[in-house]
């Protein structure tokens, strides 16, 4: 934040386009490919643009293409469109070639909607510093791939002990280079991510508005991400061999997420949050 906004509360709503096949607890070679849940991505932009919010876009690279007209549309209107790695393959699970050939591809593929400068965000929160650094020396502008949660087994901690702390526990900056932190709350001595995806499903409504409500009152930034699933009204045969409790964390309370994404967003509204997209808080 610049001089005399440190006041100021701002919340960024983000999306991570992807499809319900890209998740990494399916083999996708098993997945009915043919089944998209991207009118979950359409959910999502009739809900931010009735409450006039900007928002940030994290695109899978290879489905650019398909939704192409829609992405130009949002990003003439001050959307920020950025990305989440070419096919949603975890960085980590990456030697440092592929993830700079994952990197480069999603890059290009970026050129059909904006040549500018883009923000980026790993599948499953999935980086390392030595990949943060490819993604600064690339010319991204922001990343927001960090998550304070040891206890998650697909997150990794990211260091960035070299940042200078902009808004305490959420914006990081290194000579211009942001990094956004996903918002989390110490409960019972654990880290709860409050800041939606799979836990504004799963974690009870009454715990998560009492955590939010709690986070809101003490901190100046709030991030929530969603994914299209999570918005889509699609029944999906997962393939034969996924376990109850896959099932069960894919499935359980999505026909809830648009009212709850509605209570937060009303709860932020009311509490003088002010939405902004990423992009807009790198300037
Ligand atoms: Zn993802």
């Known amino acids: 934040m610049e001089k005399g906004s440190a006041k100021k509360k701002t919340a960024v709503i983000s999306i991570d386009v992807e499809e319900w096949y890209h998740l990494e607890y399916f083999d996708r070679s098993k997945c009915d490919e043919s089944v998209s849940v991207l009118d979950g991505f359409d959910s999502f932009v009739e809900l931010v643009e009735k409450y006039g919010i900007k928002s940030t876009y ?12 829609k992405l130009k549309k949002l990003h003439s209107k001050g959307n920020d469109i950025a990305l989440h790695s070419w096919s949603h393959k975890r960085p980590v699970s990456l030697n440092e070639g592929e993830f700079i050939q994952d990197m480069n591809r999603s890059l290009e593929e970026m ?6 400068k883009c923000g980026y965000r790993a599948p499953c929160f999935s980086l390392n510093r030595d990949y943060l650094n490819q993604i600064i020396n690339e010319g991204f502008l922001y990343d927001s791939s960090r998550i304070n949660q040891e206890e998650h087994p697909l997150y990794t901690s990211l260091d960035i002990s ?3 702390s902009v808004v305490p526990n959420s914006i990081y900056d290194k000579g211009g280079f942001k990094e956004f932190e996903v918002s989390t709350i110490k409960f019972l001595g654990l880290s709860i991510p409050i800041s939606g995806g799979g836990y504004l499903r799963i974690i009870p409504w009454p715990i998560y508005s009492m955590l939010f409500k709690r986070y809101i009152k003490n901190n100046d930034h709030y991030n929530l991400f969603i994914h299209p699933f999570e918005l889509s009204s699609k029944k999906i045969t997962t393939p034969k061999e996924t376990s109850f409790l896959t099932n069960f964390r894919f499935n359980y309370n999505r026909r809830k997420v648009k009212r709850r994404m509605e209570k937060l967003i009303l709860l932020l509204k009311k509490n003088g949050f002010e939405f902004k997209t990423f992009k807009e808080l790198t300037r």
């Not at 050129?111 to 500018?116: A, G, N």
């Open 58 to 69: 994290f695109i899978v690279g290879e489905l650019i293409d398909s939704i192409q007209d």
């Open 111 to 116: 050129k059909k909607i904006h040549s500018e």
């Open 162 to 164: 070299d940042f200078k």
